[in-house]
């Protein structure tokens, strides 16, 4: 049924439809709302045989999460940003422990300076939890990634997360098709877990392991996230057939073929950038763009062969590694080893900063006549970093960057963006 | 929960007795018991632990019929049941993290629930590391939901896994790695320890009990007891640790008695925060009884003895004699039902430290 | 593609409020999207929300930067905030206010080159009437739809009730009927 | 079966595959160690043993284990001055096991059940002569009976019982209670002969075609010491006033009575004379009430009855009708008592003499190769005298004289004989070590202070002859049992089986004990230290 609705509203549809018994909530914004939601419709009784926990931090949220997996049952949980790095330990170690737990990201920029706007340092900061991750472009993908996880988590007994923007689509209204109950349960079976603890067949989990066989656990979960490369897609597929649309997948070419240039990006902003690929279309520029779904496994042959025949790849990533520049990038130029074509990094969207038509249109065609730099900070202020760096030179106790530069810029910017 | 004396006297305190009816001997008397941590374990030579784990999960399983499920924090006891490829347990057990036991547990409860099985009992278990200290946010947490689980603190008085570093449940004046026996103030300097049985009556939860490997009767009867109740339960088992000690591996029962009989750890009950049941202390003796036989005190009984810190002890343990009425004979009053504030929590006091 | 801009304070309702512009455009069959503008700020202070209607799919995620109309449902924000800001030429302003543009002193808006479109509207006074609290958004859209004939005070209406429960809805619905009659009496007169 | 992930999930209990017994340095053992009580019995009872019996309420199989060694337990728990208690381990803890009590309730128990003693297998075809019928002679007779011997007691008084029935008083000792003990033994097909003094040990011996012969005649003849006194005093000996009491015609005392000894027949004559209606019952003895010989209950008792005591006193002279003179006597440094010259009167309608007794051991007379000595026969370890096949004990050998000691003869003589007369000789088993205070855990056993026996009040007491120390009923009986600590052999407390942090302790069930499992026993001793009873012990590991 088509909706107007918000996106976490969306989203907390689309997991009740997929039956979930357990569910952890400690509140953190953006993800709030989703949890909010969640709770209601247990309260109202619109969900049922599902027990909702209001933990005490991130860190037992997922903790509860991994009991309850454990015990047999399908849980799920949401964070953003801070929460995530509370909960890092534990989000280590439900894939290690090759729990199915479904949880959702609302993508937000990580302090200090503490910032709750978007961009994708929190999920990028636990990319190797052996977690496989997915990015959502709309809210529609959003909710439809939720019910593919849950099934792809199950299949192959490893944890889900699902990476959607921040307010730009947690908070964001637009119309989404919500599925019935009967098609959902069609899609996704009832949850049938490899192991569980059960008194009538007892086993011990989570065995201490040294290194005469450390090495294989890790393969293997990195062989389970190869696996994934072929059944991620198998699913979307499924889903398509079964709910007449696209979602999902590993990752998504818009007007690639002939390309010179492709960009490269993760997440809501590729609605954005198709939008200036289609305006520089029409005046015959030969761009398009590629959207990363599955950053975690990282789909290495298909962005081979959507890149391969591209004369210069522009990643546009809302994350920094700091010191070195690109995460997205690393794992691009990975797949075009061997190839050569001019790579550029572009770190944009950082703590909500807008990523806008007018600054994506100058920076792509700044890529045509390859007059980038290695890595790029989109609508960086240089008066600012400058007059920083030189207050830097000019005395040793400088005090905070970050107070420093609200006091040149002033507070209000007309509060756009 | 004190053993009065009862008609079958021979070994009256012993772990069985032939004179008594089958359907009153002890769990651990059963020759089919569980041995729910099997043999084969890799805990020291006469590990406190390992006995008190035994037989508090023994005591679970048959209080549930069997149909339990534990968690297990980071430490000792995690390490030396289950490395890879054996395990020591018999019952479904998962190990997660050092410090989430109490939700872990929680969220097995929840599933239970949401299964229908709330028939399969769930129990959380710790060292004093991965429960006053890195566990405790999880613990309090599970307290104030009120969660169908039990509890359990497996008490060493500091971090044995790691090489015997200071937690907040050492003692005053003990030596450990982090708190050395040197310098002008040797030992443990920082405060008296967390008293985390008094914490979790604080949260007026249901049932919270202080048990020792000294008492293994006491201790069986209080984990059977906690299994008779839903909601959040906490017991807090005293467990000496030869190798952090430096005590004798044949002495740890023998050191754990002293410990309760010279008052520096009280046995109670407490029902919704309130003290319902104390264990008499049999045969009282002074602290430095059971001081004297550790390495980590050894410091106090130099050249110069020490004799303000062995007061210091002294005086907890008298407090504790004090708070919890541990030498009279009169019963305390029964338990309060309900969660009124009138509650009157001991000062200070509690399981090995005082409110000094 | 439309858009548009809604300026107020924090706990006004601003952003309620392009939900519900969304809702009612979605109604009519149209895409929509509505969003605020992310921030932290609390009661009173000054915030926008935005709203996208079109036709297809609507992919853009940028802030509105350059509205088609805008929304100011205070007044006040005239002197606080660069209300104004990338309003294309010709653009429509719709402002809660029982003065005129004269009282107001912002004939110059109209006479321009910009030939803003600027219309007022007593959305907080219909909304104290109706309602009883000061929350002029339902009333404000409604005066809208009915100054730009972008919607149909049904679909408005329709979106109100969707988004309110009951009770409140039908206070609202109530002032935002009145609101649309005003406003297209305003929108007659301004044409004759 | 779930599809475990490698490593993390592991099956149960597969540690068992870890055997952690190569930790070890040192092993548990499990041993059984003497119980002080057993150890100190002069009748060499299996204390312990009949308790653990007494303990589950099986009276008859307790009192089966205990007429193993002391066909008289009824008797026993009255008069015996029970060592046992003295070295009980329980003292320590609190007071001592009432061991003599339970063994009289067991006694008594019997008597009332007419339970029978155990008839023997085997006739041997050997004949063996007993000569006196007191403990000693009966247990002989008892012993030799159930080993197949043909048995024959002569016993030159009226009765049997000897000292039990003429020294004893009934207040002590009712003589039902003795009666129905001695039937008992005679039911097994013991001849019991009266008033059939043997004259001449030999002559019997070949007359009768005796293979063997027990001498246990007692000791009889009242000492007695010069004291210059006058033809109307009356001066008679403890022993014969004890011995008339069993007659028709009680001894006439009058009514101020003065005893002269500190054993506890002249206790027993004090209590005697105050039953007989004397007013004063006074005992001169010439040392201190540390140094008296008597025993303290007894003495106790004499003093609550009203009997008075002169210490350090001795008896000078007697003059006239009833006047005695008494010195006064100090300790010297050696605690020897010493005249001090300074005298006092005393008026007495009669003086007692208990000054000990001397054996009549005109029997004897020609045997070669015996030896006397201090008036005694003295006797092997194997209690034979100097002449082959002729055996002897209680009170006519060198011991204490109790009834106890001389049950124990009996039993040790019998079992002497027995193998002397298979040509053989035998040898008692090697004994364990003493199970000693310190190598118990006292802290499992509930702390329960000793039931204290009723005692009839001193008003009828002083004024009859009935008994004075009540028994124990059931419950009290079985209450006392039950404070036995068991010290030194297993009583199956599970204490081992419970407390190894390994479980490598095997329960083999009811009756059967314990094992350890060395393959996982790490050696760390925690069983043996909370071994209530100190029945494990470890040992180091053979290198």
Known sequence: MLKQTEGSHAVAEAIALSRPQVICAYPITPQTHIVEGLGEMVKDGSLKDCEYINVESEFAAMSVAIGASAAGVRAYTATSSQGLLFMAEAVYNASGLGLPIVMTVGNRAIGAPINIWNDHSDSMSVRDAGWIQLYAETNQEALDLHIQAFRIAEELACPVMVCMDGFILTHAYERVDVPTQEEVDAFLPPYVPRQILDPADPVSMGALVGPEAFTEVRYLSHHKQLRALDFIPEVARDFTRAFGRDSGGLIRTYRTEDADTIVVALGSVNGTIQEVVDEMRERGRKIGSVSICSFRPFPLAVLREALRHARRVVVLEKCLAVGLGGIVSDGVRKSLSGIHLNGYTVIAGLGGRAITRASLTKLFEEAERDELDQVTFLDLNTDIVSHELERERGQRRTGPTAEAILRRIGTVASGIG | ??????????????????????????????????????????????????????????????????????????????????????????????????????????????????????????????????????????????????????????DNEAYMNTGVQRSSATPPAARTATTPAVGPVPGNVFGTGKNVPLIA?????????????????????????????????????????????????????????????????????????????RGRIRRQVPVTEYLKRQKRFAHLFGNVPDLARIAQLQQMADQNIVDFRLTEDDPPPAPSQGRGNDVSLPLGGGPGRGST | MFQIRIHGRGGQGVVSGAEMLSVAAFLEGRHAQAFPSFGSERMGAPVMAFCRIDDRVIRLREPVLEPDALIVQDCTLLH??????????????????????????????????????????????????????????AALLAGFAAATGMLKIESVVAAIRDKFPAKIAEKNVAAALEAHALAARAQEAALA | MMDKPFAITLDVGSSLANKTGAWR??????????????????????????????????????????????????????????????????????????????????????????????????????????????????????????????????????????????????????????????????????????????????????????????????????????IPAGEAARILDAVSVLRDMEGEAKPMLGRRVVVYGGGNTALDVARTAKRLGATDAIIVYRRTREKMPAHESELQEALEEGVLIKWLSTIKSVSGEATLTVEKMKLDEKGFPQPTGETETLEADSLVLALGQDVDLGLLEGVAGLEIKDGVVQVGPNMMTGRAGLFAGGDMVPSERTVTVGV????????????????????????????????????????????????????????????????????????????????????????????????????LGPGKRFEFNLDYCKGCGVCETECPCGAIKMVPEET
């Open chain 4, 25 to 226: 340095t040192k092993r548990p053992q499990y041993v059984d160690r003497l119980p002080p009580c057993n150890h100190a019995c002069p009748a060499g009872e299996n204390i312990q043993g009949w308790l653990f019996h007494a303990e589950s309420g099986d009276y008859e199989a307790a009192w089966r284990v205990l007429t193993e060694d002391n066909p008289l337990p009824a008797i026993m728990g009255r008069v015996c001055y029970h060592p046992c208690a003295t070295k009980c381990n329980r003292g320590e803890l609190d007071e001592a096991v009432g061991i003599n009590s339970v063994e009289r309730f067991l006694g008594d128990e019997a008597i009332r059940r007419g339970w029978k003693l155990t008839p023997p297998k085997a006739e041997s075809g050997k004949k063996v002569l007993v000569v006196g019928a007191g403990p000693s002679g009966l247990s002989a007779a008892y012993q030799l009976r159930r080993l197949g011997h043909e048995v024959t007691i002569m016993e030159a008084g009226p009765f049997a019982g000897g000292m039990m029935r003429f020294g004893i008083p009934k207040y002590r000792l009712p003589r039902d209670v003795l009666d129905a003990e001695v039937q008992r033994i005679l039911d097994l097909g013991v001849k019991l002969e009266l008033n059939a003094k043997v004259e001449r040990i030999e002559e019997t011996m070949k007359a009768r075609g005796f293979d063997a012969a027990f001498l246990a005649v007692g000791a009889h003849i009242g000492k007695r010491a010069y």
């Open chain 4, 408 to 507: 124990g003869h009996g039993k040790k003589a019998a079992r002497h004989i027995d193998a002397w007369l298979r040509g053989a000789a035998y040898a008692a088993l090697p004994k364990h070590e003493v199970a000693s205070f310190d190598k118990l855990n006292t802290w499992y056993y509930a702390d329960a202070p000793k039931t204290v026996r009723p005692q009839l009040e001193l008003a009828r007491r002083t004024s009859t002859f009935d008994e004075v120390v009540q028994g124990l009923d059931e419950t009290t009986a079985l209450f006392e049992a039950r404070r036995c600590l068991s010290c030194g052999n297993c009583f199956e407390c599970d204490n081992c089986y419970g407390v190894c942090p390994d479980n490598a302790v095997i329960k």
């Open chain 2, 1 to 154: 929960m004190e053993q009065t004396i009862k008609y079958y006297q021979t070994g009256t305190f012993t772990v069985g007795n032939r004179l008594l009816a089958e359907d009153q001997r002890t769990v651990q008397a059963d020759m089919h018991r569980t041995n729910s941590l099997n043999s084969g374990h890799r805990a020291c030579q006469g590990c406190g632990e390992a006995l008190g784990a035994r037989y508090a999960i023994d005591a679970a399983m048959r209080a549930t019929g069997n149909k339990l499920i534990c968690v297990n924090a980071t430490g000792c006891l995690e390490v030396f049941s289950t490395p890879y490829p054996e395990t020591s347990w018999q019952v479904p057990w998962i190990h997660s993290l050092f410090g989430n036991a109490a939700a872990v547990a929680s969220g097995i409860a929840a599933a239970q629930r949401a299964l229908g099985r709330e028939d399969v009992r769930v129990i959380a278990q710790g060292g004093d590391g991965g429960t006053t200290d890195i566990g405790f946010g999880c613990l309090s947490g599970m307290f104030e939901r009120n969660d169908d689980v039990l509890y359990i603190c497996y």
């Open chain 2, 201 to 277: 009556m604080a949260h007026r939860i249901p049932y919270v009990a202080t048990a020792s490997v000294s008492n293994l009767r006491d201790l069986e009867a209080k984990v059977t007891h906690a299994m008779s109740i839903r909601g959040a339960r906490y017991i807090h088992i005293f467990v000496p640790c030869p190798l952090g000690w430096g005590s004798a591996s044949e002495e740890t029962i023998l050191i754990a008695r002293l410990a309760v009989e010279s008052g520096l750890f009280p046995l109670f009950e407490a029902h919704h925060g309130k003290v319902t049941a």
């Open chain 3, 80 to 137: 606080q905030v660069d209300l104004f800001s990338g309003l294309r030429t010709g653009g429509f302003v719709l402002l809660n206010s029982s003065r005129t543009l004269g009282e107001l002193g912002l004939e110059s808006l109209v006479r321009g080159d910009q030939h803003y479109r600027v219309a007022c509207l007593p959305a907080t006074e219909l909304a104290l009437k109706h309602v009883g609290r000061a929350v002029p958004n």
